[in-house]
């Protein structure tokens, strides 16, 4: 229900894990042992994706699937939404039993090892992104093009070294029309086409200053960059090259490069409400340069991680979902110590001790 009085909390984004840890019993439901049909992407599909960084895929989640995701996430979305206009929930895995057997037994690790070549496939981290219809789109970074590393990291995603195989999926819970609903998403044709890597190309989405000049160390990158007239402080909503805004059938998703500038299209019905789940894998041999990145800042984090560097992450805070989920890593989600978000006071005190490797600096 929308408030009488429009009402937006200015937010950067995250939410406390402390905060949003559901204190639930788990328990498993018949998505576990839901036999998803295999999805075999075509030639013309992989190929999509090597030329532009992203590719959408059609009806990959079958529509019952679909509708209890919708139903768990209306449900965790509803105060969020209500009083911020947008929602954000890390770490779905340990709060919510459909979404957590969704992904250690779903088809989307087996869609990432087609794109990357990875032999295995695990969750970096997930979200549930809730938005709805605002007069005014409050201060998220959703609404910015983005990318899911940080802007001074050349590596990919959280603290994993540049190379890493690597790819994001994003979808709806429910049909989408960018046109007359809003709530799409957003994201750059042609990248990385010509093998131009955007960071390689020095176009940091998150610009030092407002006035810093373009630096681009390719002329195929020369269209990846922002425009200046539609920027707050920090990020920009415009691009100068071509985007594409992207609508869904129910069970559809996107796919995307680690290193793809993605933004939320804001709402335009006011009877509309957006719920998406976005998930980060990465190949399961990874190894990880800088834990401090992978379990810190805003990041809720397993808090039984091992909060060392260049190890491989062989651990149930990263679950293997592909080529199979294993039995061990699945069953410490049913474990009955508390759900281990990341918590305990001190803990982000700790992970800035540990220092990263030299590869997270390497471009």
Request: a neutral charge.
């Amino acid at each position: 229900m929308r408030p009488d009085k429009e009402v937006i909390i200015a937010n950067a984004g995250y939410v406390n894990a402390t905060q949003q840890t559901v204190d639930t019993v788990p328990v498993q439901t018949w998505i576990a042992n839901y036999s998803f049909p295999q999805y075999r992407l075509t030639q013309e599909q992989l190929n999509a994706y090597n030329m532009h960084g992203w590719v959408l895929l059609p009806k990959v989640i079958p529509e019952s699937v679909l509708d209890v995701l919708l139903e768990e996430a209306e449900q965790a979305c509803s105060e969020q939404v209500h009083r911020r206009a947008v929602c954000q929930i890390e770490q779905l895995r340990w709060q919510l039993d459909h979404f957590r057997d969704f992904l250690l037994h779903g088809p989307l690790g087996g869609i990432v090892a087609q794109v990357t070549g990875a032999q295995g496939v695990r969750v970096n981290t997930e979200a549930l992104f809730g938005l709805r219809h605002a007069k005014k789109d409050p201060e998220f970074f959703s609404y910015y093009y983005h990318t899911d590393t940080p802007g001074d990291h050349p590596g990919v995603f959280h603290g994993f070294p540049t190379g890493t195989k690597a790819a994001a999926v994003w979808f709806p819970l429910h049909a989408v029309n960018h046109t007359t609903q809003g709530g799409g998403i957003k994201v750059i044709d042609g990248y990385p086409m010509d093998n131009c890597k955007w960071r390689k190309c020095g176009g940091l989405v998150k610009p030092t200053k407002m006035n810093a000049p373009m630096n681009y160390s390719c002329d195929g990158c020369r269209l990846y960059h922002w425009q200046w007239r539609d920027c707050d402080k920090f990020f920009c909503k415009s691009w100068a090259g071509k985007a594409s805004t992207l609508s869904f059938e129910k069970g559809d998703i996107v796919i995307w490069h680690s290193d793809m500038p993605h933004a939320s299209q804001s709402v335009l019905d006011p009877s509309f409400k957006r719920h998406a789940f976005t998930v980060r894998f990465v190949d399961s041999e990874a190894t990880m340069c800088d834990v401090s990145r992978t379990c810190g800042m805003w990041l809720p984090c397993c808090k039984d991680a091992v909060l060392k560097n260049g190890v491989k992450i062989h651990h149930h805070c990263w679950p293997q979902v592909y080529p199979t989920a294993l039995k061990h890593e699945v069953n410490a989600h049913f474990a009955s110590y508390p759900k281990p978000l990341m918590a305990p006071d001190g803990y982000q005190s700790t992970l800035w001790n540990v220092p990263k490797l030299a590869e997270c600096d390497q471009a």
